[in-house]
């Protein structure tokens, strides 16, 4: 943030400096959530003006900055006398606010044209707060922050006379007599396994490294097996919960000496979700009135290794008690639609399988998963920290 706004830079040592608790600085705002703080001003200044506001807003370039909500507070105002300060050199001026759970303001024109409705989009206010939300490219981005300003004009020194301070955010709703959508089977993937590994009967007791590299070697002579897996996921998943998976194993066909189904196991498994950032721009001059844009970035959501002989995998088994357990971190972004940026996600599942000494990784993609926004308690907000 501090390489974003240089000119904003909120600093300790400057003339005007918003002070908040350590906690802040890692925490994870949402809907209902206070920022409570102080502005703290060089007496040296005196300032005739002191003002704080409270702002989210989207962007997709440097000229398309759209409001999603904006409280002001003015601090000060007028000729001293200042408030009481066992400090000398600097006055405090206490502030509060709260996050609201709705976008409040309409976007305006810009460009001399106004957002058309979409589905897509969002074009009117009154739709949850989006995430904070800065693409890798720039090309988009959703930020939340504080920025304390006082004149400029009575600065006799050098020194920043306007200072921000960015939050995370990320929104949240009440329960509701929500229902957790269906399991969609996955497609099936194919592994085939020929080996003299296969034959119970006449299976190598040779364990010499030699020996395993010549019986790895596939022969047309050897037994075979074939099975097939599947990851079966659902059309939805919250932040901050579990993702609900199964795995779906079949075995197929297999030469007559294999006498039994080969043993499968799990020795690892790697989730990723691809984020797809949608922005658009409207032009009063484009054919269609807005210009469109697209980006997609990898996120890595979860990875985790079985030592050998690993999980033995059945039909219809859960990762349900797996440690650290599969779920959506509260940190990740739900899927969301504002003015210009939409995402949507899909959902990338990596097992990493074992059968007949051979270790093999299978891929499923979940395309157009959606992550819905956390819980939070109907009732009880949470009670902000006291002033730093």
Avoid at 221 to 235: E, G, H, K, Q, Y
Avoid at 255 to 281: F, M, N, Q, W, Y
Wanted: glycine share 6%; net charge positive.
């Amino acid at each position: 943030y501090r390489s974003q706004y240089p000119y904003a830079y909120n600093h300790e040592l400057g003339p005007v400096f918003i002070i908040l608790q350590p906690a802040y600085m890692e925490k994870i705002f949402t809907c209902g959530d206070k920022v409570k703080g102080r502005v703290r001003v060089r007496i040296l200044t005196e300032p005739l003006r002191v003002t704080i506001w409270f702002r989210g807003r989207s962007s997709c370039s440097k000229d398309d900055n759209t409001n999603l909500f904006s409280f002001t507070h003015v601090l000060f105002s007028g000729l001293g006398p200042y408030p009481r300060h066992p400090n000398p050199t600097y006055v405090d001026f206490p502030f509060e606010f709260r996050f609201p759970e709705n976008v409040e303001l309409h976007p305006g024109n810009i460009n001399d044209a106004a957002f058309r409705s979409s589905t897509m989009f969002e074009h009117r206010p009154g739709y949850l707060l989006p995430p904070s939300l800065w693409a890798k490219d720039g090309s988009a981005k959703v930020e939340y922050y504080l920025e304390a300003q006082i004149p400029s004009d009575q600065l006799f020194f050098s020194g920043k006379t306007k200072v921000r301070h960015q939050f995370r955010f990320s929104p949240s709703v009440i329960p509701e007599n929500y229902i957790i959508p269906p399991l969609i089977p996955g497609s099936p993937v194919l592994v085939r396994r020929q080996t003299r590994f296969l034959d119970t009967a006449g299976a190598p007791k040779h364990h010499s490294r030699f020996s395993r590299l010549k019986d790895s070697i596939n022969h047309e002579d050897a037994p075979s097996a074939a099975f097939s897996i599947a990851v079966n996921l659902p059309s939805q998943v919250r932040v901050g919960e579990p993702i609900p998976l199964t795995i779906s194993l079949a075995h197929l066909e297999r030469s007559e000496g294999v006498l039994e189904p080969p043993v499968v196991s799990l020795r690892g498994i790697i989730a990723k979700t691809i984020v797809h950032i949608h922005a658009r721009v409207p032009v009063r001059l484009h054919p269609e009135g807005e210009h469109r844009c697209a980006s997609s970035e990898v996120i890595n959501l979860f990875r985790c290794e079985f030592k050998h002989p690993g999980i033995i995998m059945f039909d219809g088994m859960t990762l349900d008690e797996l440690s650290p357990r599969l779920a959506l971190a509260d940190s990740m972004a739900p899927s969301f639609r504002s003015y210009g940026i939409s995402t949507t996600h899909d959902l990338r599942v990596k097992l990493v399988v074992e059968c007949a000494g051979k270790v093999s990784e299978v891929d499923f993609l979940r395309q157009g998963i959606t992550f819905l926004p956390m819980l939070r308690p109907g009732s009880s907000i949470p009670e902000p920290m006291d002033l730093p």
